[in-house]
Structure formats: C-alpha cells, structure tokens
C-alpha cells in the first residue's frame, strides 16, 4: 500500500481512537451520553451502562483530516458541501444521545436539509438508474434525498450489537475504495480511506467488548457518508471547484425562476464520474440495511402495527437470540460473515446490472428464508 495512503488511514484512526476513549471517560464522570443497562427499550442488550457517543471520534477524525487532504485537490467543494450535510445529519443523531427527546420527524427534517445542502451544492444526485433514461433534476434531487435518508436510518436500525453497523461500513468501505480506485473517482477514493481509518479507530473499542457504542449520531453520520459516497460514485457529475461555485449560483437562480446565462456552465473543465457503475451496484452493496429496513415496514404492517413502532423481531435479534446463543460478538460476526460474499460480487460486477439485480434477488430471498426459520426456533423456546 502507498505510504500516503497509510498516513491517510493512521492520522483518523488514532484521532477518534483517543476522543472515543476521552468520551468514556467524560461520560462515566459526568452520565452524559450514556445508554442505561437498565432501559426497557427492546433494542437494548447490554448489562452494563455504556457511552453512546462513539460517532464523535469518527466525525472529528474524518472532518480534521479531509480537511487538510482535500483542502490541496480540485474537489474540496464536493468534500465542503458533504461536511456541511454531513454536520446537520450528525447533530441531529448527537442531540438525541444526549438528550433523548428530539422528536422523529425534526430529526427527519434534519437530515433532509443535510442531505439537500450536499446534493444541490455539489451537484451530486441520482439522474440515471440505469434505465436508459434521465430522472429531471428536481426529481433527481427529491429521490437522491428519499434515498440517502433511507440509508441514514436504515444503518442505525442495524445499530444494535457490538461491531455490526461500523463492521459492515468497514466492508463497505473497502469495497468503495477498490472499485472508486478503479473508475477514478477520486473523491470516494479519498473519503474512504480516510472514514475507514476513522472508523476503525472507534470499531477497536466497540467489537467485542462494547466499551463505546456508536450512538444515533454516528450510525447516522456513517449513513450519510456511506450513502452521498455511493451516489457519487454511481452517478457522473463530478466537477472542479470553480465549475461547482458556478453552477450552485445557476441552480439558485433557476430556483428562484431567474434566467441566468449559459456561460455560467462554461466553467466546467472535467468529469471526474465513475462512468460504468451501475446505479443498482448501492442497493446491491447496502442490501442487508435496505431489506432489513423494508422487511421490517412489512411485517409490522402485516400484523397491523406502526411501521416505525420498536420491536425486538429484527434479524440481527434472532440471531442473538438463537444461532449466536446469546453471545453479542458473535451476533455481528455471524451477519457480517452472511454479507461478506454479497459485497465481493457485488464489487465484482459493479457495473452489470443483471448481475446485481440477481445478487439483490437472492440476498432477499435467503434473508427471508433465514429469518422465518429463525423466528420459528425463536417461538418454540
């Protein structure tokens, strides 16, 4: 490996190795921050009262050391506009671990202004799906939202035992960085490396033991990331600082029904896009997240409950509590093994959408089968 490229890995990894280890310190003193044992949530299992801040060290190591790596690169507005989303998404998780009373739908809003900021400042949306045709541009812009919220929730949904969202997003991660390697996308190439030695430094301290949990802001921060990643790699509107400044003018005027002169777009020198990623390779690679999040809508629509409503029927619980006896590493470990295969293929054939649809088909189906057997073991006992 490039010895920058480990710098880049090393530098977020022992800034959020320390502020997570500072952050257990600071809650056990003060009891800030901290997911009571004793909470009758069904979600909850641990025995121990444990710091739920652990996206902290994340965000902080991501953000100090992308600044001074994208500060000297041609697309350091496509990483300002993704801080920016990525600190409104980020406080409104941060607010609930610390207060625990911000209501759902102000934190939706939230990170549907965090994700509009990025995507229309850096012009970054889904237009194609690989349909053989364009989604119009506010159209692109609500659904790229639709979906990047999806997935900011669906990762903490998945946030439940030690190691299962941050292993996952390590996977994902290394995943993004060989196949944006490959098309030369050079923002995801970068972000990457350098969210997944962030990442990392907190994933130390929370698998096995769970000395730190990741808390709402950081399952929401890494969804976000992971989400605004894939759709930039998977879509082809990559531009250059000057271009982006430009065309953010041209988008607001256009919003506020003002004719502005074409020259404005003139400005845009290259495209830095992952062309031949398909759209679907981000459902492929996300899938378990996506399904879990869908699958759960349905079957608690099928009993005529809330989809939004709590439960302890997710599939990561069921594992715990049959195939991993109960044993909260291992629940991360059987389920990160299940997906590994998913996310080499899937990688594999980035960009046949054939493939894909099938790898998607067939983690579905397997996840549906898997989890009515488990449930059935679950009710005999």
């Given at each position: 490996?490039n010895l920058n490229?480990?710098?880049y890995i090393?530098?977020p990894?022992v800034?959020s190795?320390?502020?997570?280890?500072?952050?257990?310190?600071?809650?056990k003193?003060?009891g800030?921050?901290?997911d009571?044992?004793?909470s009758l949530?069904p979600?909850r299992?641990?025995s121990?009262p444990?710091p739920?801040?652990g996206?902290?060290g994340?965000f902080?190591?991501f953000l100090l050391?992308?600044?001074l790596l994208?500060?000297?690169?041609?697309?350091?507005t496509?990483f300002?506009y993704s801080i920016?989303?990525?600190i409104i998404?980020f406080?409104?998780g941060l607010?609930e671990?610390f207060?625990?009373?911000?209501s759902?739908?102000?934190?939706?809003?939230l990170q549907?202004v965090g994700?509009?900021i990025?995507?229309?400042?850096?012009?970054?949306y889904?237009y194609?799906l690989s349909?053989?045709?364009?989604?119009p541009?506010?159209?692109?812009?609500?659904f790229?939202i639709f979906a990047?919220?999806?997935?900011?929730n669906?990762f903490n949904?998945?946030d439940?035992f030690?190691?299962l969202?941050s292993?996952l997003?390590?996977?994902v991660?290394?995943?993004?960085?060989f196949?944006?390697y490959?098309?030369?996308?050079?923002?995801?190439?970068y972000?990457?490396v350098?969210?997944?030695?962030a990442?990392l430094?907190f994933?130390v301290l929370?698998?096995?033991k769970?000395?730190?949990?990741?808390g709402?802001?950081?399952a929401?921060?890494l969804?976000?990331m992971l989400?605004?990643?894939?759709?930039?790699?998977?879509?082809t509107t990559?531009?250059?600082d000057?271009?982006?400044?430009?065309?953010?003018?041209?988008?607001?005027?256009?919003l506020?029904?003002?004719?502005?002169?074409?020259?404005?777009q003139a400005s845009?020198?290259s495209?830095?896009g992952?062309k031949?990623?398909?759209?679907?390779?981000g459902?492929?690679?996300?899938?378990?997240p996506i399904?879990?999040v869908?699958?759960?809508?349905?079957?608690?629509k099928?009993?005529k409950r809330?989809?939004?409503s709590?439960?302890n029927?997710?599939?990561h619980?069921?594992?715990?509590?049959?195939?991993?006896h109960?044993?909260?590493?291992?629940?991360?470990?059987?389920?990160?093994?299940?997906?590994?295969?998913?996310?080499?293929?899937?990688?594999i054939f980035?960009d046949?959408?054939?493939?894909?649809f099938?790898?998607i088909?067939?983690?579905?189906v397997?996840?549906?089968l898997?989890?009515k057997?488990?449930l059935?073991?679950?009710?005999?006992r």
């Amino acid at each position: 490996m490039n010895l920058n490229l480990l710098v880049y890995i090393i530098y977020p990894f022992v800034i959020s190795l320390l502020v997570s280890v500072i952050m257990i310190f600071f809650a056990k003193q003060s009891g800030a921050f901290i997911d009571e044992a004793k909470s009758l949530k069904p979600q909850r299992f641990h025995s121990t009262p444990t710091p739920r801040v652990g996206g902290l060290g994340i965000f902080i190591g991501f953000l100090l050391f992308g600044t001074l790596l994208f500060f000297n690169i041609p697309i350091f507005t496509v990483f300002v506009y993704s801080i920016i989303g990525g600190i409104i998404v980020f406080i409104s998780g941060l607010i609930e671990d610390f207060k625990g009373n911000l209501s759902p739908k102000l934190r939706l809003l939230l990170q549907c202004v965090g994700v509009f900021i990025a995507t229309f400042g850096a012009n970054i949306y889904i237009y194609d799906l690989s349909f053989g045709f364009n989604l119009p541009y506010i159209i692109g812009i609500l659904f790229t939202i639709f979906a990047v919220v999806g997935v900011i929730n669906a990762f903490n949904i998945i946030d439940g035992f030690n190691g299962l969202a941050s292993g996952l997003s390590l996977l994902v991660l290394i995943a993004l960085f060989f196949v944006s390697y490959t098309v030369g996308n050079y923002f995801v190439f970068y972000a990457s490396v350098l969210l997944f030695g962030a990442v990392l430094g907190f994933f130390v301290l929370n698998f096995p033991k769970g000395k730190i949990f990741l808390g709402d802001g950081g399952a929401y921060f890494l969804g976000f990331m992971l989400g605004f990643m894939l759709v930039s790699l998977t879509q082809t509107t990559h531009f250059d600082d000057a271009s982006l400044w430009s065309l953010t003018i041209s988008r607001i005027y256009a919003l506020l029904g003002i004719d502005l002169n074409s020259a404005l777009q003139a400005s845009i020198i290259s495209t830095l896009g992952a062309k031949g990623v398909s759209a679907w390779y981000g459902v492929a690679l996300c899938i378990y997240p996506i399904w879990e999040v869908l699958f759960s809508i349905y079957r608690r629509k099928k009993v005529k409950r809330k989809a939004t409503s709590p439960d302890n029927l997710h599939f990561h619980t069921l594992v715990f509590r049959t195939l991993a006896h109960q044993n909260n590493a291992k629940t991360s470990f059987y389920i990160l093994a299940f997906n590994l295969p998913f996310i080499i293929l899937s990688s594999i054939f980035f960009d046949n959408i054939y493939v894909l649809f099938a790898l998607i088909i067939i983690f579905c189906v397997l996840y549906t089968l898997i989890y009515k057997r488990l449930l059935s073991i679950y009710i005999k006992r």
